[in-house]
């Protein structure tokens, strides 16, 4: 398949994709002008521009023929998304009140998109509702497509040993596109009612409808962005606290597993992903609660800021209730380590993925049988299944991958003139998606606004790289990638 047709081709899917987020631009639009928002014009202008360049795109890419669905068609086709796709969600808030730079509205629309979370914006508190809607909205779309690409994309492409969550649907070589449609619409299908519960909750709870429609969208999403500067600290009450605690958890385990418990008459046994990343969340939580100090530490709000705030990281979504680094001397290492785990495969939440720590105590466990029994067979294994060794391989060569670029990466910060402990939590935060750093400037407490444009522009590169596994990317450099 020439280079060229399937560029075109992406370029065409990216152009749709484009017109949709257009479409979707006149939701705040229409909303901000029947309720009276300010700002909502700039939304309705935003939507025209984006859908006209959107749609010359289209029609001059129009009738390129569509390839197989190959692997160098598929990285093409995820890289143009990834990386267009945030800049045309930046448009309203250069053009909006917020008056953002296109540095700064980029590094918020690849944050959001990503759901890292990570932001520039600051006085939340007094924004207009429009412009709120849509970080929301888009951190919303952004989980969306992470599970399209968890449950669809990344296993076909043999991504990160992701390989080993291959669906039916993704398996196939007969049609794979139309059974990736019809997938993806029962993956919306679950995906909007857990929002929509998500939302009932935060409502009964003591929310207001649009703080609650908001936290809906960026508590399944594993996003963290919030309507108010102080995140979920702004909410006093313990329910609030607690409903998200579960949301985070819903929208970070395995979404193949709501389909099938939905709508398959077929039942499987617990994956040992979700067995390990409730474990981690319980041991963490407890941790946390005993060791934690001062005069509040161990009353029943305290209990529900603690299991937030263990959730909230390692899931990867970046809320915050309370700032947690002035809880203790265990509170900062251990927030720094959950930092890097992550939620399961196949769910929106980022990081290195509950999956490939167990690969990894595998591969200790076989490594000390055979230096006892040299002469053994111990295959490693991921619960009643056998590891392939090209699965073990690439989560591996993914981890490696990830230990290299965040060493690049924190050292090309530390050359923007960022101290060692901004330059590595925040290489670390953008890599595995999970918003907030540690320190004074960009801490649970801080924000990334006083970073120079030259680092934003890094964090952003790093949010995607992150999200699309690292060699997702990666693989683009690779002179065989370009041959023919």
């Excluded at 093409?76 to 796709?85: D, E, G, R, T, Y």
């Excluded at 969306?144 to 690409?149: F, N, P, Q, Y």
């Excluded at 992701?162 to 990736?180: G, I, Y």
């Excluded at 720590?357 to 595998?362: A, G, K, P, T």
Aim: hydrophobic share 55%; net charge neutral; glycine share 12%.
């Amino acid at each position: 398949m020439s280079l060229v047709v399937e560029f075109r081709s992406a370029l065409h899917v990216v152009a749709v994709v484009s017109l949709a987020l257009a479409a979707i631009m006149l939701a705040p639009a229409g909303m901000g002008l029947s309720l009276g928002w300010p700002g909502a014009n700039s939304f309705l202008v935003s939507a025209v521009m984006v859908g006209v360049v959107s749609l010359m795109v289209a029609v001059s890419t129009w009738g390129a023929r569509r390839p197989d669905l190959t692997a160098r068609f598929g990285f093409m086709l995820v890289n143009l998304l990834w990386w267009i796709s945030p800049a045309v969600c930046a448009v309203p808030l250069m053009l909006g009140p917020a008056q953002l730079s296109f540095v700064d509205a980029y590094f918020e629309s690849v944050s959001g998109m990503t759901t890292t979370g990570s932001t520039v914006m600051t006085g939340l508190d007094g924004f207009d509702h429009a412009t709120l809607l849509w970080r929301s909205i888009v951190q919303w779309l952004g989980g969306l497509g992470m599970l399209s690409l968890g449950l669809i994309l990344l296993p076909f492409l043999s991504v990160g040993g992701m390989q080993l969550f291959r669906m039916e649907s993704s398996d196939r070589a007969d049609k794979p596109l139309p059974r990736f449609v019809a997938l993806s619409k029962v993956i919306l299908l679950v995906y909007v009612g857990l929002t929509l519960a998500c939302a009932g909750l935060y409502s009964l709870a003591g929310m207001s409808g649009f703080d609650a429609f908001n936290h809906a969208f960026t508590t399944l999403s594993t996003g963290g962005y919030s309507t108010h500067d102080a995140s979920m600290g702004y909410f006093t009450g313990t329910g609030v606290l607690w409903v998200g605690t579960v949301f985070m958890i819903a929208g970070s385990l395995p979404f193949s597993l709501y389909i099938v418990l939905i709508f398959s008459r077929h039942r499987m046994g617990v994956d040992p992903q979700v067995r390990v990343f409730i474990s981690i969340i319980v041991v963490a939580t407890a941790l946390l609660f005993f060791g934690r100090s001062g005069d509040d530490a161990h009353g029943l709000h305290a209990l529900a800021q603690d299991a937030f705030n263990v959730t909230s990281v390692i899931t990867t979504t970046g809320y915050a209730a309370g700032d947690y680094t002035v809880w203790g001397t265990l509170a900062v290492p251990l927030f720094y380590v959950l930092t890097f785990l992550g939620g399961c495969a196949g769910s929106t939440a980022g990081g290195l993925k509950t999956y490939r720590l167990i690969v990894m105590m595998e591969l200790i466990r076989t490594s000390l049988a055979e230096l006892l029994h040299p002469r053994g067979v111990f295959p490693m294994r991921y619960g009643n299944r056998q590891i392939a060794p090209d699965i073990f391989r690439s989560a591996l060569v993914m981890m490696m991958a990830f230990i290299a670029t965040l060493g690049v990466l924190t050292i090309l910060l530390g050359a923007c003139g960022l101290d060692f402990l901004t330059a590595l939590t925040g290489a670390v935060t953008a890599l595995t998606n999970v918003g907030p750093g540690l320190g004074d400037i960009i801490g649970p407490a801080g924000n990334f606004a006083p970073l120079p444009d030259t680092a934003k522009i890094l964090l952003a590169i790093g949010m995607v790289l992150g999200r699309l596994e690292i060699l997702g990317s990666l693989v683009l450099l690779s002179p065989l990638f370009w041959r023919t």
